[in-house]
Nanobody
Framework: QVQLVESGGGLVQTGGSLRLSCAAS????????MGWYRQAPGKQRELVAT???????NYADSVKGRFTISRDNAKNTVYLQMDSLKPEDAAVYYC???????????????????WGQGTLVTVSS
């Protein structure tokens, strides 16, 4: 079993900042890519940012220059620093991780795509 637990969501005013955290635990040998996605009411889940184990990052155009993704491999944790928040950033934010549960899974390139339960970000105008 692998669990991802997010924290750090909340209510913030337009222009404000929040920092989300997501810690992975359970049967983990190694974690490949980690990422953040979001889903606003009535919309599909969309990619926000991803980061590889080597810290190569990718961002949605809508958040470039405002959000920063980072990770601590020793803690199996990924972060999302969100600055200059806009009302359109309001959504439930989900973290994801590509988890290798054992050495055998790692060498077979057999990873589990795990998801957190989501944390709500509300941006008031």
């Amino acid at each position: 079993q692998v669990q991802l637990v997010e924290s750090g969501g909340g209510l913030v005013q337009t222009g404000g900042s929040l920092r989300l955290s997501c810690a992975a635990s359970g049967s983990i040998f190694s974690i490949n890519a980690m990422g953040w996605y979001r889903q606003a009411p009535g919309k599909q889940r969309e990619l926000v940012a991803t980061i590889t184990r080597a810290a190569s990052t990718n961002y949605a155009d809508s958040v470039k220059g405002r959000f920063t993704i980072s990770r601590d491999n020793a803690k199996n944790t990924v972060y999302l620093q969100m600055d200059s928040l806009k009302p359109e950033d309001a959504a439930v934010y989900y973290c994801s991780a590509e988890v290798f549960r054992s050495r055998a899974h790692y060498y077979a390139n057999n990873n589990l795509h795990a998801w957190g339960q989501g944390t709500l970000v509300t941006v008031s105008s």
